[in-house]
């Protein structure tokens, strides 16, 4: 597959600093720089108008020792951020929404605790709490044993801690904030992938933009995947909580899923036994490629909506797993360049992906919470827009076997 090369200028903009910001760098593992413990304030920044805190705390005991937790305050949102876990989203919260979900693991894992090839390669749910992973990049999907190799679930990227952490404020209205890391990809006769991921936030508003530039660094092609598995429970999930998506086609994932094909659209409350359920979906967009999708409670009144582009992020996985509030009770809407099938099939069906020596992609998602009718009912006025008079083609059957 063709790959667009991204410009030299935007790489440059997620990995340089520029004299119209204030930038921060806390970690740089070329210069030997680890600030740890670290906060910053609009006050201490001389800004005026949106009050806002950012810190970055290191956390002791247990298996979240050594683990950081950076942390942006506004008076709208609240969003902690992992820089030992790729830089993950570990939740988002503003005007008594919660975008994120209570997992068993009640702990911000370091990865130094995890094995992922432990329990048949699903080591990664031993560090599975975060409101938003990224599963890639140099492959996703469920684990599965190929190529002299296990492949592991969802691969390695967050398990990566990053390289380099920089926060950048900018001088000028509105003060973006930044935050920008290195996730490296480097195995000896493997892989040599490098990801710039960053969030970027106003302060002030109940919106946020994820943005990450995947590079190849070596000198052969090199596969990559990537799902962004964002997560919701309470108070969004709830018996009659609904998805609401543009949808071209949507299929189950296995013939367990077939069973909830009539009801994917809503979900159920909290359901002892109620095993994971996947659908596999084709999101329609606009002229441009731009789609949005969100989980709404079932007042309408709290919601979590995700825009992304379909050129970038073809294809969406809904998981369900309303299981019980302890095992875990939470929604997956999760943008991908793949679904989450095992590397080898998603190689076989072609949505596995490749870069060129030197060639580089983005991903842009920007992630909305929605408090109130007005605020809901406006993002799903805009996803039936795209849906317009198209209709959703229902496919009974897996396109796929494990």
Known sequence: MKIKIISLAIIFSLTSYTASAKEFVLTDNDKGIDKGNWSVTSENLGITGEKFTIQNTVLKGGKQDGSQLLTITSDKLTIKLIPTRGLGILSVV??????????????????????????????????????????????????????????????????????????????????????????????????????????????????????????????????????????????????????????????????????????????????????????????????NGNTQVMVTNQAGDKAAGIAFNIKELPVLSLWKNTDTLKQGYVTGLEPGTSFAYPVTIEREQKRVRQLEPGQSTAFTLTYSLLSGKEAVAKYADKIKTIQGNQTTNVIEEPMAKE
């Open 94 to 287: 503003g005007d008594g929404v919660r975008m994120g979900w209570d997992s068993p693991v009640n702990e911000v894992v370091n990865p130094k605790f995890i094995n992922l090839e432990s329990r048949g390669g699903i080591g990664w749910l031993d560090g599975f709490n975060e409101m938003m992973v990224r599963c890639g990049f140099e492959w996703t999907g469920h684990a599965v044993q190929a190529d002299g190799m296990m492949y592991t679930l969802h691969g390695r990227a967050e398990n990566t801690p990053v390289s380099k952490l920089i926060v950048d404020v900018a001088d000028k209205v509105p003060h973006i904030i930044t935050v920008k890391g290195l996730i490296k990809e480097n195995t000896f006769k493997k892989s040599n992938l490098e990801t710039w991921v960053s969030l970027s936030y106003i302060p002030g508003t109940k919106d946020f933009t994820v943005q990450d530039i995947v590079s190849n660094k070596g000198d052969y092609t090199r596969d990559y995947q990537i799902i962004y598995h964002s997560n919701f429970g309470t108070p969004i999930l709830e018996e009659g909580a609904k998805f609401v998506a543009p949808v071209k086609e949507i299929s189950p994932f296995n013939d367990y899923a077939k069973g909830g094909l009539k009801t994917w659209q809503t979900y159920l409350g909290p359901t002892k036994d109620f095993d994971e359920m996947v659908f596999n979906v084709y999101p329609f967009a606009d002229a």
